[in-house]
């Protein structure tokens, strides 16, 4: 049984930082493909960042340089180091995991982050 529990998200002023937290059971994170996905309020969900294996790591273009997204394969937990918080960065967050790194199989039940 596949479990994804995230963690980490909360409410944070502009500039601020957060990590988010992905802690996988019944998987193990270096043999997927690994996301973390948001979606705010009547927004489409949003790739977020995308780990495919050791420093393979792609970002959308909203994020890149303020987030990073890593794996502790010792822990099978994925990260989400989050930086220079915008208010648009509000959302909640999910994380993914995927066999194929095409379609997302296993979902999160999501943490939301907020940004004032």
């Known amino acids: 049984h596949v479990q994804l529990v995230e963690s980490g998200g909360g409410s944070v002023q502009a500039g601020g930082s957060l990590r988010l937290s992905c802690a996988a059971s019944?998987?193990?994170?270096?043999?997927?493909?690994m996301a973390w996905f948001r979606q705010a309020p009547g927004k489409e969900r949003e790739r977020v960042a995308r780990i495919t294996g050791p420093g393979t790591t792609t970002y959308a273009d909203s994020v890149k340089g303020r987030f990073t997204i890593a794996e502790d394969n010792s822990k099978n937990t994925l990260y989400l180091q989050m930086n220079s918080l915008k208010p648009e960065d509000t959302a909640m967050y999910y994380c993914?995991?995927?066999?194929?790194?095409?379609?997302?199989?296993?979902w999160g039940q999501g943490t939301q982050v907020t940004v004032s």
């Open positions: 993914a995991a995927s066999g194929n790194c095409l379609n997302y199989n296993y």
């Open positions: 019944g998987l193990t994170v270096r043999r997927y493909c």
